[in-house]
Structure formats: structure tokens, C-alpha cells
């Protein structure tokens, strides 16, 4: 049974910084791509970025390019989302995403199979 469990979100103000984990079990960072994702209240979930371990393959949304980086630890199966420059805008729900289920672009919401529960990240101006 795949268990996806983000943490690490909180309150920060504008500019400061964050990191997200999300620890996988029941699944292998080696299998397929991993994903975070946002959903902020009365808007769609978008995509923030995404990693494949196997090749180190990055995306990242125009949004967050330059401010977000993802990293990993293939063998305890966490991924890592560091936020810096941190903008008021951020703020929403924070979810990290597993295996692709269909094809379709890295940080497309709907490809992706297995979901966490989500952690929450607030920016104040």
C-alpha cells in the first residue's frame, strides 16, 4: 500500500523560507516521478514541481523557478521541496503526488496516481 505524508509547512512571512518533506512508503523514488502540488482556497490545483530520481529529471512551474528547489533521498524514499523568497501568493495547500497513471506533462495533477493528505503553507505580507 503506496502512503504518501507531506510535512514541514507552516506560518512565515513574506520572504522567508520553508521546507517540505514528503516521505514515501510502499513505493520507491525509483519507480516513477514524484510531484508537489497547491491548491489555495477557490482555485484549482496547480503544479508546483516535479522529479524523476532514476535520470534527476526537474520541473518547476514559471511561478516558483528560481525560488523553489527539489531534492531527494532516494534511500530513505523523501522528497524534498525547498521554498525561498517565500510570497504571500504561496499560500495554499501544499500536496505531493506519485507514479503516473497516464501520460501527460510532470506537473499535470490529474496523471498522477497516489495522493498525501496535504500540509499547509500561509505567507503574510
Known amino acids: 500500500q503506496v502512503q504518501l505524508v507531506e510535512s514541514g509547512g507552516g506560518s512565515v512571512p513574506a520572504g522567508g523560507s520553508l521546507r517540505l518533506s514528503c516521505t514515501a512508503s510502499g513505493y520507491s523514488l525509483r519507480r516513477d516521478r514524484m510531484g508537489w502540488f497547491r491548491q489555495a482556497p477557490g482555485k484549482e490545483r496547480e503544479g508546483v514541481a516535479s522529479i524523476y530520481a532514476l535520470n534527476t529529471s526537474t520541473d518547476y512551474a514559471a511561478s516558483v523557478k528560481g525560488r523553489f528547489t527539489l531534492s531527494y533521498d532516494i534511500d530513505k524514499n523523501i522528497v524534498y521541496l525547498q521554498m525561498n523568497s517565500l510570497r504571500p501568493e504561496d499560500t495554499a495547500m501544499y500536496y505531493c503526488?506519485?507514479?503516473?497513471?497516464?501520460?501527460?506533462?510532470?506537473?499535470?495533477?490529474?496523471?498522477?496516481?497516489?495522493w498525501g493528505q496535504g500540509t499547509q503553507v500561509t505567507v503574510s505580507s
Open positions: 503526488a506519485a507514479e503516473r497513471s497516464r501520460s501527460g506533462g510532470p506537473l499535470e495533477a490529474a496523471i498522477y496516481k497516489y
